[in-house]
């Protein structure tokens, strides 16, 4: 658990030194970056726009309370 909380960390710092975060695509699941300041993601992969709401960070504060932790 200790080797996840310090991935959350780490994503923490991308987005508050960047101003860019990490992502999961609402329809297709890939891994997206983008702008912390967008209000709509652009999916490389699957080509559709989403709101961010849409689109999960890949890692957040709680993560670690996954059954899959």
């Known amino acids: 658990m200790k080797k996840i909380l310090k991935q959350?960390?780490?994503?923490?710092?991308?987005?508050?030194?960047?101003?860019?975060?990490?992502?999961?695509?609402?329809?297709?699941?890939?891994?997206?970056?983008?702008?912390?300041?967008?209000t709509e993601i652009d999916c490389p992969y699957c080509d559709r726009i989403m709101d961010v709401c849409d689109c999960p960070d890949y890692l957040y504060n709680g993560i670690e309370n996954n059954q899959v932790y």
């Open 8 to 38: 959350v960390e780490l994503q923490n710092a991308i987005i508050q030194l960047a101003k860019i975060n990490i992502v999961t695509c609402g329809n297709c699941g890939s891994v997206v970056l983008h702008k912390t300041k967008d």
